[in-house]
């Protein structure tokens, strides 16, 4: 037991660390905490791992994405960009490092082999048109064996003294004396602990919110990616899929200088309709089962507000109601060659196209006419220096769906040890808006838990 921790002798306090959320981002500060003899205990509002069901999706112990294939992008730039807390390049990869070595204690694979010379040859190329082509080494965990892992690792931090209440839903915080000294739970029973964590995933972004504005937490309110879902045929990223299932290429847009990337790469797969409250979008997806003929992939742009709208949530939404009210309730689907000669698609036009659309439920229309014309050039100008890459892919029948928007959680301003506008309350993960994947949300909880630590050393 730290010095600290014993020193705390407050009849109030039941717990030296109360983390809110057992998620990549709860556990791994827990792991951090425990690792230093600091007592903890997780709250999650899931059921345990083994008492979760496959439709569970969003919560429970492991968090989201535990019964999912478990792609581990084992890069500090991916989900998030871990030098914004680091500060420094070696010590995001450090953090990644880190995170490898614990999962691996627990089973994760060893990242697939890389194929250095073929990816030296296709980052040349990017570097070639100004493009950057990030070289990800990837481990697959695999939805089988997801979890089996997340058990190992829970096992583990209990053998360490970490304790997990599950089926405990946390509504609110208790501030006294102007810092954060425990938490509330839906049937009301109190949990103080001398640091609270706040690490409750995308599933808890709306009462995170709720949060803000209770205690005046401070926030900004994140960028936002808007773009499309481009659909080709399979065999014209054929040879970039050969490197990278995933490939992810970064560039900036020549007339406004804007960050564009290719994301969630579904080869052979299907473009999807995804349905929100009050408006709809594309995504996609692939099967083991069934292969189509076309790849898609999303091509977005990243868009951040300044004055006097910096809510990037309500003009996202904007954008979509205008493009779900023009597809007639269906996403938007227009081929390249039409785009550019100014006319919208028919669906005359598509019966005859060479790459036929995986999605059905789509109208064939002028996307132009719904993204604002700035994502409309970034787009254009980003696959023409994309076609220098992947030749092919700028092709006239090639298809863009619309609209495809990834809203982020407002960003909780942190300090350097993910101490938040409240003293004594910290955050992780994606809930607070500090990541978007499994390595960031572990590292930022690693970061939080090692954070706590140096303020119980003050
Ligand atoms: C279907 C799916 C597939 C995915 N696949 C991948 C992938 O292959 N690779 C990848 O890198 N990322 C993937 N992701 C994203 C990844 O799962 C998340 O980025 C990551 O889990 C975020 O970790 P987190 O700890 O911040 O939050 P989460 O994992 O969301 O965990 C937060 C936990 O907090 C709990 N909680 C929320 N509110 C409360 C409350 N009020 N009281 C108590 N408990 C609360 C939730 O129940 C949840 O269990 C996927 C996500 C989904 C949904």
Not at 42 to 63: L, T
Not at 132 to 148: C, E, F, M, V
Request: charged content about 30%.
């Amino acid at each position: 037991m730290g010095e600290y921790v014993t020193l705390w002798v407050d009849s109030k306090m039941d717990h030296s660390v109360i983390i809110v959320g057992a998620g990549p981002a709860g556990m791994f500060a827990a792991y951090e905490l425990s690792r230093a003899d600091i007592d903890v205990l997780v709250i999650e509002k899931g059921k345990d791992v083994n008492d979760r069901k496959e439709f569970e999706i969003m919560s429970g112990i492991g968090g989201a994405g535990t019964f999912s294939d478990g792609t581990v992008n084992l890069r500090p730039d991916i989900g998030g960009d871990l030098t914004e807390y680091t500060k420094d390049e070696d010590r995001a990869w450090g953090l990644v490092d880190h995170i490898r070595e614990v999962l691996k204690k627990h089973g994760m694979p060893e990242p697939m082999r890389e194929n250095p010379e073929k990816e030296e040859k296709l980052k040349r190329r990017a570097a070639s048109v100004g493009s950057r082509y990030l070289p990800i080494i990837q481990s697959h965990i695999g939805s089988d064996k997801a979890p089996d892992l997340i058990k190992s690792f829970k096992e583990g931090l209990e053998k360490d003294g970490v304790k997990f209440r599950v089926n405990t839903e946390i509504e609110d915080l208790i501030i006294e004396d102007n810092r954060c000294t425990g938490v509330v739970s839906k049937s009301g029973k109190k949990y103080y602990g001398q640091y609270i964590l706040l690490a409750p995933g995308r599933v808890g972004i709306d009462w995170v919110q709720r949060l803000t504005e209770r205690y005046d937490l401070k926030a900004n309110f994140a960028p936002i990616d808007i773009g499309v879902r481009v659909e080709v045929p399979s065999i014209i990223m054929d040879p970039v899929i050969d490197v990278n299932r995933d490939p992810k290429f970064h560039l900036y847009s020549k007339s406004y200088d804007d960050f564009v990337r290719t994301f969630c790469t579904n080869h052979q797969g299907f473009v999807v309709k995804e349905n929100y409250d009050g408006f709809i979008g594309v995504n996609g997806h692939s099967r083991t089962d069934i292969k189509t003929e076309n790849t898609n992939f999303a091509f977005l742009v990243k868009l951040k507000l300044t004055e006097p709208l910096e809510d990037t949530t309500r003009y996202g939404r904007a954008i979509a109601q205008l493009a779900t009210t023009l597809g007639g309730g269906k996403p938007i689907v227009q081929r390249i060659g039409d785009l550019r000669d100014g006319r919208r698609s028919t669906r005359t036009r598509l019966s005859r196209n060479s790459v036929q659309p995986t999605l059905e439920d789509i109208t064939p229309g002028d996307i132009s006419m719904a993204l604002p014309q700035r994502v409309m050039n970034d787009i254009l100008e980003g696959l023409d220096m994309l076609n220098e890459i992947i030749p092919g892919v700028n092709s006239s029948n090639t298809l863009l769906y619309a609209p495809e928007i990834k809203f982020y959680a407002k960003k909780l301003l942190v300090d350097d040890n993910l101490e938040t506008s409240i003293p004594h309350l910290f955050a992780a993960g994606d809930g607070a808006g500090l990541s978007h994947d499994i390595v960031n949300a572990s590292a930022t909880g690693v970061l939080a838990g090692r954070g706590i630590r140096r303020c119980m050393d003050r």
